[in-house]
Nanobody, 122 residues
Framework: QVQLVESGGGLVQPGGSLRLSCQAS????????MAWFRQAPGKERDFVVGITWSGLYTKYSDSVKGRFTISRDNAKNTVYLQMNSLKPEDTAVYYCAARVGGILAVPAYEHWGQGTQVTVSS
C-alpha cells in the first residue's frame, strides 16, 4: 500500500515562495511517476506539474510554468514542489499523486496524499 504525505503548505504573501514536500512510503518510490494537483474551493482538481520516475522529464501547466519547479529524491522517497512568485490565484489545496507509468495531466493516479493548504494573500 502506497502512502503519500504532503507538508509545507501555509499562508504566504503575493510574490512569496513556499516549498512543498511529499513523502512516500510502502512502495518502490523510484518506479512511480509523481505529480502535484491543486483544487480551489468549488473548482475541479487541476494538474500542476508532473515528473517521471527517473526525474528526467517534467510537464508543467501553463499557469505555473516559470514559477514552480518540481524535483524528486528517490533515495529519500520524496518529491518537492518549489513555488516562487506566488499569486492569489495559486490558493488551493495541493495534492501529491503517484502512478505507475508516465505523467498524466488528468487525475488518473492510483495514489493520493491528503493535501496541504496553500493560501496566497496579503
Amino acid at each position: 500500500q502506497v502512502q503519500l504525505v504532503e507538508s509545507g503548505g501555509g499562508l504566504v504573501q503575493p510574490g512569496g515562495s513556499l516549498r512543498l514536500s511529499c513523502q512516500a512510503s510502502g512502495t518502490i518510490f523510484g518506479s512511480y511517476a509523481m505529480a502535484w494537483f491543486r483544487q480551489a474551493p468549488g473548482k475541479e482538481r487541476d494538474f500542476v506539474v508532473g515528473i517521471t520516475w527517473s526525474g528526467l522529464y517534467t510537464k508543467y501547466s501553463d499557469s505555473v510554468k516559470g514559477r514552480f519547479t518540481i524535483s524528486r529524491d528517490n533515495a529519500k522517497n520524496t518529491v518537492y514542489l518549489q513555488m516562487n512568485s506566488l499569486k492569489p490565484e495559486d490558493t488551493a489545496v495541493y495534492y501529491c499523486a503517484a502512478r505507475v507509468g508516465g505523467i498524466l495531466a488528468v487525475p488518473a493516479y492510483e495514489h493520493w496524499g491528503q493535501g496541504t493548504q496553500v493560501t496566497v494573500s496579503s
